[in-house]
């Protein structure tokens, strides 16, 4: 079955299931427009308002191949729309690498999404729901009805996994050290330090990628002899966190190779992260691909230099996103025995149970102990 490109300027206008008679609270022709009125009312967050754009119109993409409206939903296709989230096929129309949102090859979706990430898009499209509910748009939320609800939506989640193991961490900050051969051009150096600053950044600050693109040279101030980072993060919300030195020597690099003095200015509002000429920043897709390309990069040079032996950590390296990283720092600093409060003011998480994820240490214990239960006595 053939389809045409998804929009990508504006939610799917094909998708247009208002619901008929009274009671309808807000001025929609069509279910992109009533998705597009509850958008609006997240316009003080620009980042959730992204992501909840993306989740609505993932469903309203799915909806429109089904031939249903939002007001057409029944509990049964809920589980279907969380098995398409799991694999979505087929996959030409549905899965590509990160494109502008107005190219024509642009498609909703990256890659399966994880059981965290299908989660957090029930999450979503519940709140979703309710709004319409409430507006009158449909007659019903269908997520109401699912038994195991709470299991579902409840946006607790299991153990982190996607996180790099600290020796194949050691392994690739040492590949990414290496210098560029002699007689390396203007751009590959430039290219070699920008590469060693955004893994660096994301490993010892564990920021998420939107903060990175948006970051700029003057939120790395100094008080009272110390060096913090200041950053807005998702809902807006404003932190302030420690640098360490490694990162301020990483900066101090960087600034020295684009010319600037080491430390940066209060008052800089300069891009931290840089294009090729030195001055314009880059945006989420361009950081995304720059990240996956060096992960691919690398597993490759381990695949060439450890043969066999280093065909898994390979593998992990093929799998990684940019957000293993944030993953990767938190776990590393959690098993280096940074206190939880201090984790996850760092994490900037809501909660200590979100958290509480990163903490591998009794999962270590409870495997060292149950080691001690074999099929022959131990001696």
Excluded at 222 to 245: N, Q, S
């Amino acid at each position: 079955m053939n389809r045409e490109p998804v929009p990508t300027s504006t939610l799917p206008e094909r998708v247009d299931q208002p619901v008929a008679g009274q009671g309808v609270h807000i001025s929609a022709g069509s279910d992109a427009e009533a998705v597009a009125q509850w958008l609006v009312e997240y316009r003080a967050s620009p980042r959730t308002q992204r992501a909840y754009r993306r989740e609505a119109e993932r469903l309203l993409l799915w909806l429109a191949e089904q031939g249903l409206g939002l007001g057409e939903v029944r509990r049964a296709h809920l589980d279907a729309f969380e098995a398409f989230l799991a694999d979505p096929r087929p996959r030409e129309r549905w899965v590509g690498p990160p494109r502008p949102r107005h190219a024509d090859d642009w498609r909703p979706f990256r890659g399966p999404l994880s059981p965290a990430s299908r989660r957090q898009s029930l999450v979503i499209l519940q709140g979703l729901y309710a709004w319409l509910a409430e507006a009158g748009w449909v007659a019903h939320n269908p997520f109401r009805l699912m038994r195991d609800k709470r299991r579902r939506l409840d946006n607790r989640q299991a153990r982190i996994e996607r996180y790099l193991e600290s020796p194949l961490w050691e392994w690739l900050w040492a590949w990414l050290g290496r210098p560029v051969e002699e007689g390396a051009s203007a751009r590959q150096c430039f290219e070699w330090q920008r590469r060693r600053l955004v893994f660096g950044f994301a490993y010892l600050l564990a920021p998420r990628i939107s903060e990175m693109s948006a970051a700029r040279m003057g939120d790395f101030h100094r008080r009272e002899g110390r060096w913090w980072w200041r950053v807005t993060g998702k809902g807006d919300k404003l932190a302030v966190i420690p640098v360490p030195p490694d990162m301020m020597a990483l900066l101090g690099d960087w600034r020295e190779s684009l010319g600037l003095a080491r430390e940066p200015l209060p008052d800089d509002a300069t891009p931290m992260l840089r294009a090729l000429d030195g001055r314009r920043g880059i945006g989420d897709n361009r950081l995304y691909r720059l990240i996956r390309e060096a992960f691919a990069e690398a597993a490759t040079a381990m695949e060439a230099e450890q043969g066999e032996a280093g065909r898994p950590g390979a593998m992990r390296l093929r799998q990684a996103t940019p957000h293993w990283l944030r993953h990767t720092a938190l776990t590393h600093q959690a098993q280096a025995g940074v206190e939880l409060r201090y984790l996850a003011a760092t994490a900037r998480h809501a909660r200590l149970d979100t958290t509480a994820r990163y903490l591998h240490a009794e999962d270590e214990a409870w495997h060292r102990q149950q080691a001690r239960h074999g099929l022959t006595p131990a001696e």
